[in-house]
């Protein structure tokens, strides 16, 4: 499926509230390239660094839209933020079919359902019950 088509000087658009998921759900992130539990900082990329006790995710990027290190999944208290890391494809979140650009280094709050696009990467935020 392809992308929506946003282009990538469009104007920042302030997400409407993610869903509230109750504090004993467990964050996931599913992709092509299988279904990762977000426990802790992931960085995502198509070779990202990552600091001590996190996460180097590695995505597949066909179309090498990805930046090395592209963004950062983020758990925290209130749910799971997501940030971009000055990737040069930008990253969007779709959200009740209307697609949101992440500012550069501004933490934005995901929720469950949310679809995120690193670059042309496509993924999808859940929570699940353990």
Same mark, same amino acid.
Request: glycine share 10%; net charge negative; hydrophobic share 45%.
């Given at each position: 499926?392809?992308?929506?088509?946003?282009?990538?000087?469009?104007?920042?658009?302030?997400?409407?509230?993610?869903?509230?998921?109750?504090?004993?759900?467990?964050?996931?992130?599913? =992709? !092509? !390239? $299988?279904?990762?539990?977000?426990?802790?900082?992931?960085?995502?990329?198509?070779?990202?660094?990552? !600091?001590?006790?996190?996460?180097?995710?590695?995505?597949?990027?066909?179309?090498?839209?990805?930046?090395?290190?592209?963004?950062?999944?983020?758990?925290?208290?209130?749910?799971?933020?997501?940030?971009?890391?000055? =990737?040069?494809?930008?990253?969007?979140?779709?959200?009740?079919?209307?697609?949101?650009?992440?500012?550069?280094?501004?933490?934005?709050?995901?929720?469950? $359902? !949310?679809?995120?696009?690193?670059?042309?990467?496509?993924?999808?935020?859940?929570?699940?019950?353990?």
């Amino acid at each position: 499926m392809a992308p929506p088509v946003v282009p990538p000087a469009a104007p920042v658009v302030q997400a409407a509230a993610p869903v509230a998921v109750e504090a004993t759900y467990t964050w996931f992130l599913a =992709s !092509d !390239d $299988g279904t990762h539990r977000i426990d802790r900082d992931h960085f995502v990329g198509r070779r990202p660094g990552a !600091d001590a006790g996190a996460v180097a995710l590695v995505l597949e990027d066909r179309a090498r839209t990805l930046s090395r290190t592209h963004a950062v999944l983020r758990p925290v208290r209130e749910g799971l933020v997501l940030e971009d890391l000055g =990737s040069a494809n930008g990253t969007r979140i779709e959200r009740s079919g209307t697609v949101f650009a992440c500012p550069e280094g501004t933490p934005v709050p995901v929720g469950h $359902g !949310d679809v995120l696009w690193f670059g042309e990467v496509r993924a999808q935020v859940y929570a699940a019950h353990e």
